[in-house]
């Protein structure tokens, strides 16, 4: 609740996040297309309508996912040793820290994936899937893509018990990601090879599963398996994450005393 509160102070910057996000999700619309027209009028599994569906749904979930990288003051209270207090207090700093950041992730669903998602019913292309329970499973979906992402970003940020200086880590992470989790364009589309790479990752299950349940890319048959993934991949991100707290803690108190 902490996060969400936090987030919802901020309305002025959630309108001018919306209104970047709107810009971008049609110039990539006008790329798009003109790549599956180029393409015979499909590419990848995605006609017109998939792809304008992939558009606005991925643009409203960026900020959710953290695709933009922390929005928190974790790697600065470890920089600081400010974490120190934290470890006093009786809380499991990680699940505190994924808490607030999750709060904030589903605060994010109101001001930018909604209207987004209005905005590309406004074009009339976007597909819906046509099986009702296509959607609490995207729903679920939707949950456990902000809990892997907040928590494969966590666990790269604690890395700052053992380097003195995380941002460049983190950007490079980010960079990463976002690329491999199908921000910049669907991972339907990339060479088989990168395809293939990006498939064996946790980040194809970040934003690529909401996106294809939502409008119907694939069947809720198909969805079961890929949300499995999802809950896997973020077990396993929570479990690394609890590895390096424990340890970071330790190294911390070599270092402090």
Known sequence: ???????????GAAVAGLFTNAVFGF???????????????????????????????????????????TDGDLPERIRTGDIAVDFLRPLNVQFATLATGIGGALYSLIPRW??????GLVT????????????????LSILLSIVLARALLYAVEVLGFWVVETRGIVLFYVIVASFLMGMFVPIGLFPDWLAAMAAYSPFASILMPPC??????????AALPV???????????????????????????????
Not at 230 to 253: D, I, M
């Open 124 to 139: 009339g292309m976007m597909a819906w899937a046509d099986q009702p329970a296509a959607y609490p499973l995207a729903v």
């Open 212 to 221: 294809d349940i939502l409008s119907g890319r694939i069947d809720v048959a």
């Open 114 to 119: 909604t209207p987004l998602v209005a905005v």
């Open 1 to 11: 609740m902490a996060g969400f509160r936090q987030q919802s102070t901020y309305l």
């Open 27 to 69: 110039l990539k619309m006008a790329i798009l297309l003109a790549t599956l027209a180029g393409a015979g009028g499909s590419a990848g599994g995605y006609t017109p309508e998939l792809m304008v569906s992939y558009i606005f749904l991925s643009q409203g979930l960026l900020t959710a996912v953290g695709a933009f990288g």
């Open 227 to 257: 949300v499995a993934a999802q809950a896997a991949w973020g077990a396993g991100a929570l479990v690394l994450g609890a590895v390096l707290t424990a340890a970071g803690r330790k190294r911390l108190e070599v270092q402090g005393g």
